[in-house]
């Protein structure tokens, strides 16, 4: 009890040491005579307390499935027309994940084959994972994506999305995004700062896929079902209006280099000039040339924003997009198509959003309270058991400090349920305190000398410490493994400040206590 | 000052027969969970938003609002099913617009944007505190979680209880557990207190901390067995209780003064927190004593201890 070799006080010591100075980046700014190499962290605010937005967005697969089956289709139609062969019904059928389609000719049977193997190898070059499965049987020929392929594919999808998602808000100006998957389809957007996310709302929900199509002049603008290769779409100032377009994309956005907004010299309206890579140059002038005259759809996300006539061939790459914008539509137009367009609808599932008034009037409450709660028991430590109690309320200060150094190192995340974790942290840290001082003063009523009934007070209380602590530790890991962010900040808070009382309330109230007694050498302790 | 201890909760050679009123504990225990679990049906708990999905805007408005106006304003949006309510102390400038779960996600993006509209309009100046926007698939989801987490943590507290003692104790301490969880959802019932994330882990804290309690008086109880080798399993329990009362008192007195601020001051977000910590600290102390030990006595009264011949309960 009274024995601590020196090497353990200065161990003592040096923790609490530097748990104070862990701690002090929270408190104060970094002073210039520290150097350099010395952590310097702060306890992050959350964003219920510093004010900022949390959204989750959910990918919506099954769009991409589709849209790699259909593309699939197309390739196949391709594959097969080169090879000359024979097929009906070649169609998709997103429930099997697969294409079909049934040859002419049975006897065309390893010709496809051969035909749609070399289609494999070239689509698997676009993902990693495992091939699509080829079956020929008879005259039914079908090619599946197996589950694998599927996985791999939608993981590619959700990276892709966070990419984007990145650019899109690193050009909107917003400061330290936090952007990360969650789940096998999920992605997590914090903002912090953001209170009225409506504008990244639009930039994230926005798939912002560009493609130009020639529209289809012969086609009779009313009739319901369009001709064969076209496809009809509403206009985005005119919902109410159609456009025949062919479906044969001319050039892809895909091809885009760059996007900027600015104001035609002569209309003095907004507009977006874009320019082509290479590729989408040549295949932009190759169709602005043989179609001198005609209309040529922009479109955005399946609507038709404008269909201007073609005057003269473009060659330079460069053309200019114009609309009814104003200054932000067409800057957040510009962003969007300089970002990429998103592989996949996303759709945003979960939104918080705090304002900073807000979130300032959380951190005062919470800074009230648990200056009211500290002060509350230290007095209730100090009134029930004296000198004692005084031991136990310096080792609570130590925790406190210790507590917020480990969450700082940590670089923990502090929010609002955090704040309540480390009140109650507070409140059982004296617990230990409690049973080691009844315990002292059961052994002292049972007749033992003062420094037996220390000796033998810390050891009892030892076993039912490790217990009780034990079980609360255990309900707060499961807490921590299956909440959610706010929740999770309240679980680390308490696990982190059960382990540093474990410390405080035994190691350290020993330490002190030893070197009060063999101070004093007290003939009756105060208990 | 403050040298030695100024007061205390029960004097030195206390001996309360905690055990005479096992069955009155067992029966009011019964019969406020049942209850509870009564309640929990009808009319069941008010779902946070967390759980319910839907949608939650705080706004502050320049003068005092007029919630007809708003209504108006939100009505003629299409928005006839928002519910207003006005929250913090003071002018009534304070307002909470709540809107029912959307189809998707792309009609809740509408239904925000058409409040901020409406908004607007009908109370210019009014800005925005918070948002919170919860998907149905979402909540669900968040739901099962948060029940996962509940069961779970009890199975992991049975299993170190059983570990640590006899199955007599951790099947004790389990069911008053049980007890104390269904007791707090009831007073979550009626005090309206929304039945949240933030909640379930105050909860699970209840639960973590009535739990330490009962290991406490456990642990007195497994010692006194040892100790006292001849002494009735009841007198046993009795003196063990007694003995550690004010340990119980003095622990459930910090915990409870360290919450009650937190309660009083701590905001709408956190009040709802502290005022179940305060409730469960005062079932979870008493349970230890009136329910947890007479399970205890039940159960153990032919096996911990049989007669004279019980000398080697424990190791």
Redesign the interface.
């Known amino acids: 009890m009274l024995y601590f070799s020196r090497a353990k006080t200065l161990a003592i010591a040096a923790v609490c040491a530097l748990g104070i100075l862990l701690s002090l980046p929270n408190l104060t700014p970094r002073p210039g005579f520290l150097p350099s190499f010395f952590p310097w962290n702060q306890v992050h605010l959350g964003l219920d307390l510093r004010g900022g937005s949390y959204l989750l967005l959910q990918l919506d697969f099954s769009a991409v499935e589709k849209q790699d089956l259909n593309s699939l289709v197309d390739e196949v139609r391709q594959a097969m027309r080169g090879a000359t062969l024979g097929y009906t019904e070649l169609h998709a059928d997103p429930g099997r994940n697969q294409v079909s389609l049934n040859l002419l000719n049975a006897s065309d049977g390893p010709a496809a084959q051969a035909a749609l193997q070399k289609l494999i190898t070239y689509v698997q070059g676009s993902y990693n994972g495992p091939s699509l499965t080829l079956a020929v049987s008879g005259a039914a020929v079908s090619l599946t994506f197996p589950h694998l392929a599927l996985v791999a594919r939608e993981s590619q999808a959700i990276d892709q999305s966070i990419t984007i998602i990145q650019r899109r808000i690193d050009g909107s100006g917003v400061l330290n995004p936090s952007i990360a998957r969650q789940g096998q389809d999920q992605i997590v957007v914090q903002l912090p700062g953001v209170s009225d996310p409506e504008r990244i709302r639009a930039l994230i929900g926005t798939t912002a896929h560009m493609t130009f199509q020639l529209v289809d002049t012969t086609a009779q603008p009313g009739n319901p079902v369009p001709p064969l290769g076209d496809e009809v779409l509403p206009m985005q100032d005119d919902p109410g209006q159609n456009v025949a377009v062919l479906s044969n994309v001319a050039v892809d956005g895909a091809d885009l280099e760059n996007a900027q907004a600015s104001t035609d010299p002569q209309s003095g309206q907004w507009v977006v000039n874009f320019t082509l890579n290479s590729v989408g140059a040549r295949e932009f002038a190759d169709v602005t040339s043989a179609n001198v005259g005609k209309p040529f759809a922009i479109i955005l996300d399946g609507k038709v924003i404008s269909a201007p006539v073609i005057r003269e061939p473009i060659t330079g790459g460069s053309g200019q997009i114009s609309g009814s914008y104003t200054a932000q539509s067409a800057t957040d137009l510009a962003l969007l198509l300089r970002a990429g367009a998103l592989p996949a609808p996303l759709s945003i599932v979960e939104e918080q959003s705090v304002g900073p008034e807000l979130g300032a009037d959380a951190i005062r409450a919470g800074a009230l309270s648990l200056a009211v709660g500290f002060v509350l028991v230290l007095v209730f430590m100090a009134t029930f058991y004296g000198l004692f109690g005084w031991f136990a309320n310096i080792a609570l200060v130590m925790n406190l400090f210790i507590m917020l150094a480990i969450l700082s190192v940590m670089g923990a995340t502090l929010t609002l349920p955090g704040m309540a974790g480390i009140l109650l942290t507070l409140g059982m840290a004296v617990d230990a305190n409690v049973l080691i001082n009844e315990r002292v003063r059961e052994e002292v009523k049972a007749g033992r000398k003062p420094l037996a009934a220390l000796e033998a007070g810390y050891k009892r209380a030892y076993g039912t410490i490790i217990d009780s602590n034990v079980t609360t530790l255990l309900a707060h890991v499961t807490l921590f493994i299956f909440g959610s962010p706010p929740v999770r900040g309240f679980a680390v808070t308490i696990c982190v400040g059960i382990l540093t009382t474990l410390f405080t309330a035994t190691v350290l109230v020993r330490l002190i206590t030893s070197r009060w007694y063999v101070s004093r050498r007290p003939a009756a302790l105060p208990v | 000052m403050?040298?030695?201890?100024?007061?205390?909760f029960v004097p030195?050679g206390t001996k309360i027969r905690f055990m005479k009123g096992r069955f009155a504990g067992l029966i009011v225990s019964f019969i406020l969970s049942t209850a509870s679990i009564a309640l929990f049906f009808k009319p069941g708990l008010n779902l946070g938003l967390?759980f319910r999905g839907g949608v939650v805007l705080?706004i502050?408005t320049p003068q005092k609002a007029d919630f007809s106006v708003l209504r108006a304003a939100l009505a003629s949006a299409g928005l006839a099913d928002a519910g207003l309510q006005s929250f913090g102390s003071g002018a009534g400038t304070g307002v909470l617009i709540s809107l029912e779960s959307r189809a998707?996600?792309?009609e809740?993006?509408t239904a925000?944007?058409e409040v901020?509209t409406a908004l607007h309009q009908a109370a210019p100046g009014a800005?925005?505190?918070?948002?919170?926007?919860?998907?149905a698939?979402?909540s669900q989801q968040?739901f099962s979680?948060?029940l996962?987490?509940l069961g779970?943590?009890f199975v992991?507290?049975l299993c170190?209880?059983w570990f640590?003692f006899e199955w007599q104790f951790a099947v004790g301490a389990v069911a008053t557990l049980l007890l104390d969880t269904t007791k707090t959802i009831g007073f979550m019932v009626i005090t309206r207190i929304p039945f949240d994330?933030?909640t379930?882990?105050a909860i699970?804290?209840v639960?973590?901390?009535s739990?330490?309690?009962k290991?406490?008086v456990y642990?007195?109880m497994r010692?006194n067995l040892r100790k006292y080798k001849s002494m009735p399993l009841r007198a046993l329990i009795d003196q063990s209780i007694n003995?550690?009362l004010?340990?119980t008192l003095?622990?459930s007195?910090?915990?409870?003064?360290?919450?009650?601020?937190?309660a009083?001051?701590?905001?709408t977000?956190?009040s709802g927190?502290?005022w179940i910590?305060l409730f469960g600290i005062v079932v979870g102390t008493s349970s230890s004593i009136f329910i947890a030990a007479p399970i205890l006595l039940f159960l153990g009264e032919h096996r911990l201890r049989r007669g004279a011949a019980a000398v080697k309960v424990q190791k």
Do not use: H, K, W
């Open positions: 403050f040298m030695r201890p100024m007061f205390r030195d967390d705080q502050q998707n996600a792309a809740t993006q925000i944007s901020e800005t925005i505190l918070s948002t919170q926007a919860i998907g698939s979402v968040l979680q948060g996962e987490a779970l943590s992991m507290i170190y209880i640590r994330l933030v379930i882990a699970l804290t639960i973590g901390y739990t330490n309690d290991v406490v642990d007195r010692e003995e550690t004010n340990r003095g622990t007195g910090t915990v409870f003064l360290a919450a009650l601020p937190l009083l001051f701590g905001g977000a956190l927190f502290a910590m």
